[in-house]
């Protein structure tokens, strides 16, 4: 399910380490990369919430399903980014 979808200048590319950096700042346990596209995963135990731009050219916040590591994540983004945040979860492309 897509939750918020991030909002900045530019091209994911360029704005893919910055905001690695960031999450790398604020989480403890994060597996990234950038090949074609780009893709952040943050792991709270048995939680994953990724950050990526497999469905859309600008990041996006999306997780299996709600719950508070996904609003701690879409919190520490605020932080430092414009984010929109979906009144309802979207499910994804593959999701059909």
Do not use: C
Request: hydrophobic residues 40%.
């Amino acid at each position: 399910m897509i939750f918020a979808e991030l909002q900045y200048p530019g091209r994911y590319e360029e704005a893919h380490d910055e905001l690695l950096a960031f999450v790398r700042e604020r989480f403890a346990k994060v597996q990234a990369g950038l090949q074609g596209d780009s893709w952040i995963w943050i792991f709270d135990r048995d939680d994953k919430v990724a950050i990526d731009t497999f469905s859309s050219m600008k990041h996006q916040v999306k997780s299996a399903r709600p719950g508070r590591h996904v609003k701690a994540v879409i919190d520490a983004l605020r932080e430092r980014y414009s984010v929109n945040v979906y009144a309802e979860p979207e499910g994804e492309p593959h999701d059909d």
